[in-house]
């Protein structure tokens, strides 16, 4: 597509229970990225993929989160177990994989209640 | 961990006059990164700078980078009511690509 798509846009969970939340990045970029944003911060990274490995998931806080990219492009973030501290705006990014910039979805605002 | 810090944190200003944000970082970066921020959503890349260049333009975006300080500077010029977001900077230094964030800078230019 022509952007990276995030899927919900909104989403309101209870405590305790599983989400998910997918990324659609732009088509032939192999590098995808999740971030978390709290309300005030900047982003803070979560896990990066480059194809369908998970390159780099030392951002990842705890084992109850966990992120998949099976064929290369679209990626889905789970999050087991939530806790109200998981409110936040996760964003998904692609890139080429060069030092040029990321494109960022719009996000998917979690909010736990 | 958050490697790009910027100052100031809220800027407001009219419209028409120039806003300057800086950024100062910790660890040698192989390029720094602005982006912009809208109503707490996705993020959009302004511009970026290499770690041997020293300035750089974009249409109304002036961005500096000083490697011996470890700072950067975002200037817009002639700034429009539509130029009201959150502004962050990034740096590679995670590795992998990967951006460390500031916490942002919020500007409000009123019409």
């Known amino acids: 597509g022509a952007g990276v798509s995030q899927t919900p846009s909104n989403k309101v969970t209870e405590k305790g229970k599983y989400v998910e939340l997918r990324c659609d990045p732009i088509?032939?970029?192999?590098?995808l990225y999740w971030y978390r944003q709290s309300l005030g911060q900047g982003p803070e990274f979560l896990i990066y993929f480059q194809g369908t490995g998970a390159a780099d998931d030392s951002g990842l806080p705890n084992d109850r989160f966990f992120a998949v990219r099976p064929e290369g492009s679209v990626s889905t973030l789970k999050i087991q177990r939530t806790e109200r501290g998981d409110s936040a705006v996760y964003l998904c990014a692609s890139s080429r994989g060069t030092p040029d910039g990321y494109t960022f979805g719009s996000g998917t605002r979690l909010t736990v209640v | 961990s958050q490697q790009g810090e910027e100052d100031p944190q809220a800027l407001s200003i009219q419209e028409g006059e120039n806003a300057t944000m800086n950024c100062s970082y910790k660890t040698s970066i192989n390029n720094l990164q602005w982006y912009r921020q809208n109503s707490g959503r996705g993020l959009v890349h302004l511009i970026l700078?290499?770690?041997?260049?020293r300035e750089k333009h974009s249409g109304r975006l002036r961005v500096t980078l000083d490697t011996s300080k470890k700072s950067s500077s975002l200037l817009i010029t002639a700034s429009r009511a539509a130029d009201t977001a959150s502004y962050f900077c990034a740096t590679d230094a995670g590795g992998n690509n990967r951006l460390a964030f500031g916490k942002g800078n919020q500007v409000v230019v009123i019409p």
């Open positions: 700078i290499r770690s041997n260049e």
């Open positions: 088509s032939g970029h192999t590098a």
